[in-house]
């Protein structure tokens, strides 16, 4: 009977199909901004969290969508008979209050983390959004630090690390997923939020608040590192520049008011307008998250930055020959 | 009426060709330009529907371009100046122009029919309505002919909306392009709320009132209560932009989050304002095709009511996180839990009313399936975006993108091409096909579920919404591409819905009487339905009337029911009281005309003039507006004090008192503004609380001549209207005059003291948050002491020329209604000026 074969074939390919499901599932919820690969404990627990309401809401949206089937089309003279009122009672009202008295208390205390007083000896970094990048500054610490950079954030492991959000014009919104839920940076406010990495890696973070012209290109990289290798990188940041009067690069660049916006600590540039660039070659990308960091991709974001990232308040370095960029480029990636 | 006449039908009346040709010619619409002083609700209604669908298909075309550049990583179909705008765009339209017009439009179209009467209470604001929401939206979408649609988001959080960042004249257009359409919903608020508590056809008590006209009852209050506060940051946020006012300047003592506040105290009952009238569809039409009763009607109505109260009290689950204590956030986590609540209730009771009865499976019914389903998804994710670490995470990401599609495609699109497909047949008279009804549904159905059910997970990877791109390499592409896929399927079911409307217009199968075999008032009417909805005013004996009173359609479609004719050439239906619908006086409506349209054209002036910071032109704007509102309430008197209304019953016409509908009106609109009045006032304590120093060091506060005088006289205000208000009770001309003429008196010398208070300001109004918010609060009461003087002439006019009894003196009651709540701002604002400046200083 070709009923009884559809069965059959349905039989044996529906656990297939499930288990095929699941595991692209499961590969699908890895990325480097995924909520659902958790690197850090307050993450982790959301994730959990997240995991036990989608199973909840299967099991509730099956069962809803079984009655409601049942009830649009099986044989009016074949149904079971209910209570109407009692359905109603029992089904719209008391499992619904039931189920979310259960989930309510559950869902106060995860990622608490993020949010917890931390001891004075925390590491502290202070994150102001701008449009559309992030400063980033480290003040004070185990190791008494103090420097300024810019969209990247570098955190030891293991360790809890306090994050002092603002913002210097319009609200946006630090969203790091793969270590905590996101927190607002609010002109005039001052916000805190508690991130911890459980193991090194390189984690990308978004701006999540609607911010202007560029929102869609105000990205960050957070790179959690054994707690050694970032006090050396801590050290290594805090280093300023050797002076280098003979680099044609340097010259140029100070020669085209580059540094009017820009800092190069132990250079003539103090500008506070733009990132500070005292390490910029050391860092991944430019632009906030836009580019890999490369001689190519800086003289390129030096004469079109404003068709890569519309709306931001760099100049474009047209008038410049290639080669001047190109000079100034590899100035910029010398910078580590 | 007796308890007797309660339980029979009234007696057949036969009516004369000639008396029937009158009847049907006092409700003939006009044609040619005539057509421009359309009043009648079905007119209206089906204008404001066509409308609301054809912002649908802009709003929708918009969300396609967006769908087209997000379909590969870095795409530049579109520019992110572009991208910005039409999402900012997107949501307005959807919100503003799409889904509350068109819900609100089912409710003028319908009521009337459903609750057994002729048309809305007042049909010239329902016109006026109409044309205020077109000529609003024809302003906001003008800003595309400049390149400078809105792009702030329609949110429009600030500063980024600012004059700083944002100088252009965008944001200008959404401001007063928004305000102008809200213009258009409270009005039909408040003729919905009127019609349905004074107009329902006698016997038809509120416990037998059809689902629909509950849900529209509860919907059109939160309208009334949740559009006053972003009216109120609007003006506000205008204010700031076009003079500096520091409402919401952080370095002048304001605050940004202010603006969240206002903005959410509106925009999450704004979501239940969309999904509750669907709902309340869905329970209209269940019926028919249950073949059942509704199930838990009284559930329902608890649910819909319990729904309208919990909706304003859960706004900051929009602000998790902004930085707010967890404390706080607990409290309202629940509140979003919590009503969840009554959504369940409505669910179980839509699916034991089909588990009941013998579903019969057509297109309409099929929506509805899907909207069960649809929303069922919805709900569940929005309980988890309830959870506030959950929250964290998602918010502003792609999953709550796809959350809200599930709950408003879900809970209001599925169902309002159920409606329309259902209730089409009442205008044009012909049935849709039923085949390409079902390549529609399954269509649209898919093709929404390919769209957004994808992210989900799109938002769970990271990708946060309002991106105009984004990079390869992050597992978005994949879903990405999905999403626009299905969004062109989802277009596909819509271009076949389309074609089935234009098929239907000539070759659809006629629809004849009830065709659906519908339990209710609206189908006992042949198709096309004439403009009168209802022949002859039946009498209601219980719910389900076309069911449990099979003749009853017949009975009504041969006038064999109240006012079966209009002898008078006027058209007229009944007022009833609002608990128990027992017949109360006959109302008089207007006839078409050109007030409605004009009076839309004045405001359109006067807003257009605020656009361009012309501000002489919104003067003469308003000038004409006032002139024209002037001849609008100038009604005539009856000719006669009472008539008989058929089945033996003689009742008074047109009574001008506390019945009157238009009373109750005034007192509605009242609680609209009352809404904006609290909301000013929480802005002053919310920025109290926010502020440095409140009121500013340099702020000196002292109770000054002027100010003593001032709540002097107030309180001769009260007393001078009492007076008048006393002249309407006791009939007394003198009385009236006397207390009017006072009354008028007394707010000219309030007038002269506040333009006098405003011209020795004791510190600059662009310096701190502080003077602003308490020049507002100022400004609130002048303007309403100049309403309550617009009121009085217009009342000394009447009383002069027509005289005032009791039962004829609607104008000195409103005035008296006016003045009453201008001294009680005037109370409040003096307590808050010189009150808490003196307590604090």
């Known amino acids: ?336 | 009426m007796s308890a007797g006449q309660s339980t029979t039908p009234p007696p057949a009346t036969a009516v004369s060709p000639e008396a029937e040709a009158l009847f049907r010619k006092t409700w003939a619409p006009r044609t040619g330009l005539g057509r421009l002083s359309a009043v009648n609700n079905s007119i209206i209604g089906r204008r404001f529907i066509a409308t609301g669908f054809v912002f649908f298909l802009i709003g929708g075309l918009l969300s396609l371009f967006m769908r087209t550049q997000l379909l590969f990583p870095e795409n530049d179909f579109l520019s992110e100046e572009l991208y910005n705008q039409f999402f900012t765009m997107h949501g307005t339209t959807m919100m503003f122009l799409f889904a509350v017009p068109i819900m609100e439009a089912f409710g003028i179209y319908l009521i009337p029919s459903m609750i057994g009467t002729r048309d809305l209470s007042f049909p010239r604001l329902g016109a006026f309505g109409y044309w205020c929401y077109l000529f609003g939206g024809i302003l906001l979408y003008s800003s595309a002919i400049f390149g400078a649609m809105p792009d702030g988001g329609w949110f429009m959080y600030l500063p980024l909306t600012d004059k700083q960042f944002s100088p252009g004249i965008n944001q200008d257009f959404w401001l007063l392009g928004v305000t102008f359409v809200e213009i258009s919903s409270i009005s039909g608020a408040i003729e919905l709320i009127v019609s349905i508590l004074k107009t329902r056809a006698p016997g038809m008590t509120l416990n037998r009132m059809p689902i629909f006209a509950w849900y529209m009852l509860a919907v059109s209050f939160m309208i009334l209560i949740g559009f006053p506060p972003l009216i109120l940051g609007s003006i506000l946020l205008e204010s700031q932009r076009a003079f500096g006012i520091p409402f919401f300047e952080i370095a002048a003592g304001g605050d940004p989050l202010l603006w969240q506040h206002l903005f959410w105290i509106f925009g999450h009952p704004e979501v239940y304002i969309i999904f509750l009238p669907a709902a309340g569809l869905v329970g209209a039409m269940l019926p028919a095709f249950a073949r059942h009763t509704l199930v838990g009607y009284n559930l329902i109505v608890l649910a819909v009511v319990g729904t309208a109260f919990l909706s304003f009290g859960l706004w900051v689950h929009h602000m998790y996180a902004t930085g707010i204590s967890r404390f706080a956030l607990a409290f309202f986590a629940g509140a979003s839990l919590a009503v969840s609540v009554p959504s369940g209730v409505q669910v179980f009771s839509w699916i034991a009313t089909l588990w009941r009865g013998k579903p019969v499976m057509r297109t309409p019914l099929l929506f509805i399936l899907g909207f069960i389903i649809t929303f069922v998804i919805g709900g569940l994710t929005g309980v988890m975006v309830a959870i506030v670490p959950f929250d964290l995470q998602v918010h502003d990401s792609y999953f709550v993108v796809a959350h809200f599609h599930y709950v408003l495609i879900g809970g209001m699109v599925f169902p309002l091409f159920a409606a329309l497909i259902y209730y089409l047949p009442r205008a044009t008279g012909r049935m849709l096909s039923e085949r390409l009804g079902k390549w529609h549904f399954w269509l649209f159905f898919i093709g929404f579920n390919l769209t957004f059910f994808p992210m989900h997970l799109t938002g769970l990877l990271g990708m946060p919404r309002r991106v105009a791109t984004y990079p390869a390499g992050l597992g978005w592409d994949t879903l990405n591409l999905i999403s626009t896929i299905g969004s062109y399927t989802l277009t596909a079911g819509i271009l076949v819905f389309l074609f089935n409307v234009i098929w239907h217009v000539k070759r659809g199968r006629p629809a004849g009487v009830n065709p659906w075999d519908s339990p209710d008032l609206e189908w006992s009417s042949v198709t096309p339905v004439p403009p009168f909805n209802t022949r002859s005013i039946p009498h209601i004996t219980g719910r389900d009337p076309l069911w449990a009173q099979p003749d009853l359609a017949r009975q009504i479609r041969d006038a064999e029911g109240y006012l079966p004719t209009a002898e008078e050439g006027k058209r007229e239906i009944l007022a009833t009281s609002t608990v128990g619908a027992k017949p109360e006086h006959v109302t008089r409506l207007p006839h078409p005309t050109f007030k409605p349209i004009l009076a839309a054209l004045a405001t359109a002036t006067i807003f257009s003039g605020i656009l361009v910071s012309m501000y002489w032109l919104a003067l003469v704007g308003l000038v004409i507006f006032v002139v024209i509102l002037y001849l609008w309430l100038w009604g005539e008197l009856p000719e006669k004090e009472t008539k008989p209304v058929g089945n033996g019953l003689e009742l008074p016409i047109a009574v001008g008192d506390q019945h009157t509908p238009a009373w109750m009106g005034t007192l509605t609109l009242l609680l609209a503004d009352l809404a904006l009045f609290v909301s000013l006032v929480y802005s002053y304590f919310y920025l109290w609380t926010t502020a440095d120093s409140w009121p500013p060091v340099s702020y000196e506060p002292a109770l000054s001549e002027s100010a003593i005088i001032f709540g002097g006289l107030l309180v001769v205000l009260v007393l001078a209207t009492a007076v008048a208000h006393a002249g309407a009770y006791l009939s007394s001309r003198l009385l009236a005059l006397v207390g009017l003429t006072a009354t008028a008196a007394c707010l000219v010398a309030l007038l002269i003291l506040g333009f006098q208070a405003y011209d020795q300001l004791p510190f600059d109004i662009t310096s701190h948050a502080y003077g602003a918010v308490l020049s507002a609060m100022g400004v609130y009461v002048l303007v309403h002491t100049c309403l309550s003087m617009g009121s009085a002439l217009f009342a000394l006019a009447r009383v002069s020329v027509t005289g005032i009894t009791r039962t004829r003196s609607l104008s000195v009651r409103i005035l008296s209604m006016l003045s009453y709540y201008t001294a009680f701002t005037g109370v409040v604002a003096f307590i808050l000026i010189y009150g808490s400046a003196n307590m604090m200083g």
Request: proline share 7%.
């Open chain 1, 1 to 336: 009977m070709p009923m009884g074969q559809v069965m059959v074939k349905n039989n044996r390919s529906l656990p297939c199909l499930c288990v095929g499901i699941l595991v692209l599932l499961l590969a699908g919820c890895q990325g480097p901004q995924s909520a659902l690969e958790p690197s850090g404990p307050a993450a982790g627990e959301i994730a959990l969290l997240w995991w036990v309401m989608f199973y909840s809401a299967v099991a509730i949206f099956t069962l809803v969508f079984a009655l409601l089937m049942y009830a649009a089309f099986r044989k009016p003279e074949k149904r079971r008979q209910i209570s109407p009122i009692k359905f109603v009672v029992v089904g719209g009202l008391a499992f619904p209050i039931l189920v979310l008295s259960i989930l309510l208390p559950l869902g106060i205390g995860v990622g608490s983390g993020m949010d917890r007083l931390t001891p004075p000896e925390t590491l502290t970094v202070h994150v102001t959004a701008h449009q559309w990048w992030w400063e980033v500054a480290y003040k004070g610490g185990p190791n008494d630090l103090d420097f300024n950079s810019a969209n990247e954030l570098y955190i030891p492991v293991g360790q809890p690390v306090e994050l002092i959000l603002e913002s210097a014009d319009v609200i946006h919104s630090f969203w790091l997923p793969r270590l905590a839920g996101k927190r607002d940076m609010i002109p005039g406010m001052t916000n805190r939020l508690v991130i911890e990495a459980d193991e090194p890696g390189i984690f990308r973070g978004q701006c999540a608040e609607f911010c202007g012209l560029a929102h869609a290109k105000m990205a960050f990289y957070a790179v959690a590192l054994e707690p050694e290798e970032f006090f050396r990188w801590a050290e290594n940041q805090s280093r300023p520049q050797p002076a280098s009067l003979e680099d044609e690069g340097a010259r140029l660049f100070a020669q085209n008011g580059c540094a009017l916006c820009h800092t190069v600590r132990g250079h003539q540039a103090r500008g506070r307008e733009g990132p500070d660039l005292t390490h910029v070659g050391s860092r991944k990308t430019i632009g906030a998250g836009l580019l890999p960091t490369s001689p190519e991709n800086i003289a390129l974001w030096l004469s079109r930055n404003d068709k890569l990232k519309p709306g931001n308040r760099m100049p474009d370095y047209v008038h410049l020959s290639q080669e001047d960029r190109l000079s100034i480029a590899r100035y910029l990636e010398s910078l580590e």
